[in-house]
T-cell receptor, first 113, second 114 residues
């Protein structure tokens, strides 16, 4: 069973549009939820973290969490070509007696001018 | 702006050899992490380190792996006897303290095991 699932994409959107990225997770006891951006050949960079059900907004980014559905999403408004990257969903899930971060394989986003 | 640094950027080694990957976390950070990413695959957590001891580790982090903070600035990952499947990008990360989830990642060391 895959712990964190994402559609690999690519998701292609025109500049200025809203990009919607989705993630599901299997461990109902998972705690914190994160979205990272990773440019090709680079290291991940944290964009958003969310801990409770609902929406969290930061600039052009909105993270949405629904623990009942085990679903996390990231909306990017007014998408720019510079947003083109792979977006990684990560959750802290139980492993033994602790919680460890677990990543999805990422969704490739292409924003075309 | 302070950043996490890693050396070397690329390490090539023969199967069975020991390698040490080095990281210099941001100076006032207290929590340190190692991750790996096999080419084309997901980022995988290896270990977290705080107060000179391992705080969390994944199933991947077996007896072949060890971490150390030998002085006040370096944080190292040692792989005792490398296997072909250890070939990956290894990322070090650090964060200031328990009240933040923002980890700052280094640029990575690409390990190639031949």
């Amino acid at each position: 069973q895959k712990e964190v699932e994402q559609n690999s994409g690519p998701l292609s959107v025109p500049e200025g549009a809203i990009a919607s990225l989705n993630c599901t997770y299997s461990d109902r006891g998972s705690q914190s939820f994160f979205w990272y951006r990773q440019y090709s050949g680079k290291s991940p960079e944290l964009i958003m973290s969310i801990y409770s059900n609902g929406d969290k907004e930061d600039g052009r980014f909105t993270a949405q969490l629904n623990k009942a559905s085990q679903y996390v999403s990231l909306l990017i408004r007014d998408s720019q070509p510079s947003d083109s990257a792979t977006y990684l969903c990560a959750v802290r899930r139980r492993s033994g007696g602790s919680y460890i971060p677990t990543f999805g394989r990422g969704t490739s986003l292409i924003v075309h001018p | 702006e302070p950043e996490v640094t890693q050396t070397p950027s690329h390490q090539v080694t023969q199967m069975g050899q020991e390698v040490i990957l080095r990281c210099v976390p941001i100076s006032n950070h207290l929590y340190f992490y190692w991750y790996r990413q096999i080419l084309g695959q997901k980022v995988e957590f290896l270990v977290s380190f705080y107060n000179n001891e391992i705080s969390e580790k994944s199933e991947i982090f077996d007896d072949q792996f060890s971490v150390e903070r030998p002085d006040g600035s370096n944080f190292t990952l040692k792989i005792r006897s490398t296997k072909l499947e250890d070939s990956a990008m290894y990322f070090c990360a650090s964060k200031t303290g328990p009240d933040t989830d923002t980890q700052y990642f280094g640029p990575g060391t690409r390990l190639t095991v031949l």
